[in-house]
T-cell receptor
Framework: AQTVTQSQPEMSVQEAETVTLSCTYD???????LFWYKQPPSRQMILVIR??????QNATENRFSVNFQKAAKSFSLKISDSQLGDAAMYFC?????????????FGQGTRLTINP | EAGVVQSPRYKIIEKKQPVAFWCNPI?????LYWYLQNLGQGPELLIR????????DSQLPKDRFSAERLKGVDSTLKIQPAELGDSAVYLC?????????????FGPGTRLTVL
Protein backbone atom coordinates (compact mmCIF):
# COMPACT_ATOMS: atom_id res chain seq x y z
CA ALA A 1 0.00 0.00 0.00
CA GLN A 2 1.09 3.51 -0.69
CA THR A 3 1.94 5.86 2.16
CA VAL A 4 2.56 9.59 2.34
CA THR A 5 4.60 11.22 5.11
CA GLN A 6 4.78 14.87 6.05
CA SER A 7 7.41 15.25 8.75
CA GLN A 8 6.68 18.89 9.63
CA PRO A 9 3.52 19.20 11.74
CA GLU A 10 3.91 23.00 11.83
CA MET A 11 5.84 25.62 9.91
CA SER A 12 5.92 29.39 10.11
CA VAL A 13 7.29 32.04 7.80
CA GLN A 14 7.46 35.80 7.65
CA GLU A 15 5.18 37.49 5.17
CA ALA A 16 6.89 37.93 1.77
CA GLU A 17 9.49 35.24 2.57
CA THR A 18 9.81 31.78 1.04
CA VAL A 19 8.92 28.52 2.77
CA THR A 20 9.31 24.89 1.76
CA LEU A 21 7.02 22.10 2.96
CA SER A 22 8.34 18.53 2.82
CA CYS A 23 6.64 15.35 1.68
CA THR A 24 7.89 11.84 1.06
CA TYR A 25 5.94 8.89 -0.23
CA ASP A 26 6.35 5.19 -0.67
CA UNK A 27 5.11 3.27 -3.68
CA UNK A 28 6.16 0.47 -5.99
CA UNK A 29 4.25 1.95 -8.90
CA UNK A 30 5.85 3.89 -11.73
CA UNK A 31 2.70 5.70 -12.88
CA UNK A 32 1.11 8.02 -10.36
CA UNK A 33 0.17 11.59 -9.54
CA LEU A 34 1.13 13.81 -6.63
CA PHE A 35 -0.83 16.74 -5.29
CA TRP A 36 -0.63 19.51 -2.75
CA TYR A 37 -3.95 20.58 -1.23
CA LYS A 38 -4.60 23.59 0.97
CA GLN A 39 -7.25 23.41 3.70
CA PRO A 40 -8.11 26.76 5.36
CA PRO A 41 -10.23 26.95 8.52
CA SER A 42 -13.32 26.80 6.32
CA ARG A 43 -12.32 23.12 5.79
CA GLN A 44 -12.70 23.18 2.01
CA MET A 45 -9.81 21.37 0.36
CA ILE A 46 -8.38 23.42 -2.50
CA LEU A 47 -5.95 21.99 -5.04
CA VAL A 48 -2.74 24.00 -5.09
CA ILE A 49 -0.59 22.10 -7.56
CA ARG A 50 -0.21 18.66 -9.14
CA UNK A 51 2.62 16.68 -10.65
CA UNK A 52 2.49 13.74 -13.02
CA UNK A 53 5.20 11.22 -12.20
CA UNK A 54 6.11 10.74 -15.85
CA UNK A 55 6.99 14.41 -16.22
CA UNK A 56 10.54 15.36 -15.32
CA GLN A 57 9.78 19.05 -15.24
CA ASN A 58 8.68 20.38 -11.87
CA ALA A 59 5.19 21.87 -11.81
CA THR A 60 4.73 25.58 -11.15
CA GLU A 61 1.60 27.60 -10.41
CA ASN A 62 2.34 31.28 -9.86
CA ARG A 63 4.00 31.54 -6.41
CA PHE A 64 3.80 27.78 -5.84
CA SER A 65 6.31 25.31 -7.19
CA VAL A 66 7.36 21.78 -6.40
CA ASN A 67 10.65 19.93 -6.23
CA PHE A 68 9.84 16.43 -7.45
CA GLN A 69 12.61 13.90 -6.86
CA LYS A 70 11.24 10.62 -8.21
CA ALA A 71 14.17 8.42 -7.24
CA ALA A 72 14.15 9.78 -3.70
CA LYS A 73 10.31 9.69 -3.59
CA SER A 74 10.26 13.26 -2.42
CA PHE A 75 7.74 15.97 -3.35
CA SER A 76 8.26 19.30 -1.60
CA LEU A 77 6.21 22.46 -2.03
CA LYS A 78 7.83 25.87 -2.20
CA ILE A 79 5.74 28.97 -1.56
CA SER A 80 7.41 32.18 -2.65
CA ASP A 81 6.45 35.68 -1.48
CA SER A 82 4.26 34.24 1.29
CA GLN A 83 0.98 36.04 1.87
CA LEU A 84 -1.32 36.12 4.89
CA GLY A 85 -3.92 34.22 2.85
CA ASP A 86 -1.53 31.29 2.50
CA ALA A 87 -2.04 30.38 6.15
CA ALA A 88 -3.72 26.97 6.23
CA MET A 89 -3.16 23.25 6.61
CA TYR A 90 -1.30 21.82 3.63
CA PHE A 91 -1.71 18.20 2.64
CA CYS A 92 0.43 16.20 0.28
CA UNK A 93 -1.49 13.47 -1.55
CA UNK A 94 -0.76 10.51 -3.83
CA UNK A 95 -2.96 8.94 -6.45
CA UNK A 96 -2.19 5.81 -8.41
CA UNK A 97 -2.07 6.01 -12.18
CA UNK A 98 -4.20 2.87 -12.26
CA UNK A 99 -7.58 4.12 -13.44
CA UNK A 100 -9.27 1.62 -11.17
CA UNK A 101 -7.65 3.14 -8.07
CA UNK A 102 -8.90 6.70 -7.88
CA UNK A 103 -8.54 7.38 -4.18
CA UNK A 104 -6.21 10.00 -2.81
CA UNK A 105 -3.80 8.93 -0.08
CA PHE A 106 -3.04 11.92 2.14
CA GLY A 107 -0.22 12.76 4.48
CA GLN A 108 -0.81 14.00 8.01
CA GLY A 109 -0.62 17.65 7.02
CA THR A 110 1.53 20.67 7.84
CA ARG A 111 0.04 23.71 9.51
CA LEU A 112 1.51 26.84 7.93
CA THR A 113 1.47 30.12 9.83
CA ILE A 114 2.31 33.42 8.16
CA ASN A 115 3.76 36.07 10.46
CA PRO A 116 3.02 39.67 9.45
CA GLU B 1 -20.90 26.77 -11.61
CA ALA B 2 -21.73 25.52 -8.14
CA GLY B 3 -19.15 23.45 -6.31
CA VAL B 4 -19.71 20.34 -4.24
CA VAL B 5 -22.53 20.98 -1.78
CA GLN B 6 -22.74 19.27 1.59
CA SER B 7 -25.26 19.51 4.38
CA PRO B 8 -25.42 19.99 7.23
CA ARG B 9 -22.18 21.87 7.96
CA TYR B 10 -22.34 20.91 11.62
CA LYS B 11 -24.14 18.16 13.51
CA ILE B 12 -24.18 17.37 17.21
CA ILE B 13 -25.82 14.17 18.38
CA GLU B 14 -25.90 11.87 21.37
CA LYS B 15 -24.12 8.53 21.07
CA LYS B 16 -26.24 5.67 19.77
CA GLN B 17 -28.34 8.08 17.69
CA PRO B 18 -28.47 7.85 13.89
CA VAL B 19 -27.12 10.59 11.65
CA ALA B 20 -27.07 11.25 7.91
CA PHE B 21 -24.99 13.48 5.69
CA TRP B 22 -25.91 14.63 2.22
CA CYS B 23 -23.70 15.51 -0.73
CA ASN B 24 -24.50 16.95 -4.14
CA PRO B 25 -21.51 16.74 -6.51
CA ILE B 26 -20.57 19.10 -9.29
CA UNK B 27 -22.97 18.69 -12.20
CA UNK B 28 -21.78 16.06 -14.62
CA UNK B 29 -19.24 14.48 -12.29
CA UNK B 30 -19.74 10.74 -12.38
CA UNK B 31 -17.33 9.85 -9.56
CA LEU B 32 -18.21 10.66 -5.96
CA TYR B 33 -16.09 10.08 -2.86
CA TRP B 34 -16.73 10.17 0.86
CA TYR B 35 -13.68 10.82 3.03
CA LEU B 36 -13.31 10.77 6.82
CA GLN B 37 -11.00 13.34 8.36
CA ASN B 38 -10.10 12.93 12.01
CA LEU B 39 -8.80 15.93 13.91
CA GLY B 40 -5.23 16.76 12.94
CA GLN B 41 -5.10 14.08 10.24
CA GLY B 42 -5.41 13.86 6.50
CA PRO B 43 -8.63 12.56 4.95
CA GLU B 44 -9.10 8.83 4.39
CA LEU B 45 -11.38 7.34 1.79
CA LEU B 46 -14.54 5.66 3.04
CA ILE B 47 -16.27 4.89 -0.23
CA ARG B 48 -16.10 5.75 -3.93
CA UNK B 49 -18.96 5.67 -6.41
CA UNK B 50 -18.78 5.44 -10.17
CA UNK B 51 -22.25 6.65 -11.14
CA UNK B 52 -24.56 4.68 -8.84
CA UNK B 53 -22.16 1.78 -8.24
CA UNK B 54 -19.97 1.60 -5.12
CA UNK B 55 -16.65 0.48 -6.61
CA UNK B 56 -14.43 0.89 -3.53
CA ASP B 57 -15.98 0.51 -0.08
CA SER B 58 -13.21 -1.49 1.54
CA GLN B 59 -12.63 1.15 4.25
CA LEU B 60 -16.32 1.64 5.12
CA PRO B 61 -17.21 0.13 8.54
CA LYS B 62 -20.24 -1.70 7.28
CA ASP B 63 -21.57 -2.66 10.69
CA ARG B 64 -22.69 0.92 11.33
CA PHE B 65 -22.01 2.92 8.18
CA SER B 66 -24.00 2.84 4.97
CA ALA B 67 -24.10 4.96 1.86
CA GLU B 68 -26.20 5.29 -1.24
CA ARG B 69 -26.17 7.11 -4.52
CA LEU B 70 -29.42 5.91 -6.02
CA LYS B 71 -29.63 7.96 -9.21
CA GLY B 72 -25.93 8.45 -9.71
CA VAL B 73 -26.11 12.09 -8.65
CA ASP B 74 -26.40 13.06 -4.99
CA SER B 75 -25.39 10.77 -2.17
CA THR B 76 -26.18 10.11 1.47
CA LEU B 77 -23.84 8.70 4.11
CA LYS B 78 -25.46 7.30 7.24
CA ILE B 79 -24.17 6.18 10.63
CA GLN B 80 -26.39 4.09 12.87
CA PRO B 81 -25.74 3.99 15.75
CA ALA B 82 -23.12 6.71 16.19
CA GLU B 83 -20.24 6.20 18.61
CA LEU B 84 -18.01 8.73 20.35
CA GLY B 85 -15.14 7.83 18.01
CA ASP B 86 -17.16 8.88 14.98
CA SER B 87 -16.62 12.55 15.85
CA ALA B 88 -14.79 13.88 12.80
CA VAL B 89 -15.24 15.82 9.59
CA TYR B 90 -16.91 13.98 6.73
CA LEU B 91 -15.80 15.28 3.34
CA CYS B 92 -17.45 14.66 0.01
CA UNK B 93 -15.58 15.07 -3.27
CA UNK B 94 -16.39 14.56 -6.93
CA UNK B 95 -14.49 14.20 -10.16
CA UNK B 96 -15.06 13.61 -13.83
CA UNK B 97 -13.55 10.28 -14.74
CA UNK B 98 -11.18 10.88 -17.60
CA UNK B 99 -7.71 9.71 -18.40
CA UNK B 100 -5.15 11.68 -16.48
CA UNK B 101 -5.09 13.40 -13.12
CA UNK B 102 -8.89 13.55 -12.63
CA UNK B 103 -8.87 16.42 -10.17
CA UNK B 104 -11.09 15.85 -7.18
CA UNK B 105 -13.16 18.80 -6.01
CA PHE B 106 -14.08 18.85 -2.35
CA GLY B 107 -17.07 20.15 -0.48
CA PRO B 108 -16.82 22.08 2.81
CA GLY B 109 -17.47 18.96 4.88
CA THR B 110 -19.77 18.14 7.78
CA ARG B 111 -18.30 18.35 11.25
CA LEU B 112 -19.89 15.67 13.43
CA THR B 113 -19.70 15.79 17.21
CA VAL B 114 -20.95 12.76 19.12
CA LEU B 115 -21.62 13.38 22.83
Amino acid sequence: AQTVTQSQPEMSVQEAETVTLSCTYDTSESDYYLFWYKQPPSRQMILVIRQEAYKQQNATENRFSVNFQKAAKSFSLKISDSQLGDAAMYFCAYRSGNQGAQKLVFGQGTRLTINP
Amino acid sequence: EAGVVQSPRYKIIEKKQPVAFWCNPISGHNTLYWYLQNLGQGPELLIRYENEEAVDDSQLPKDRFSAERLKGVDSTLKIQPAELGDSAVYLCASSLRLAGANEQFFGPGTRLTVL
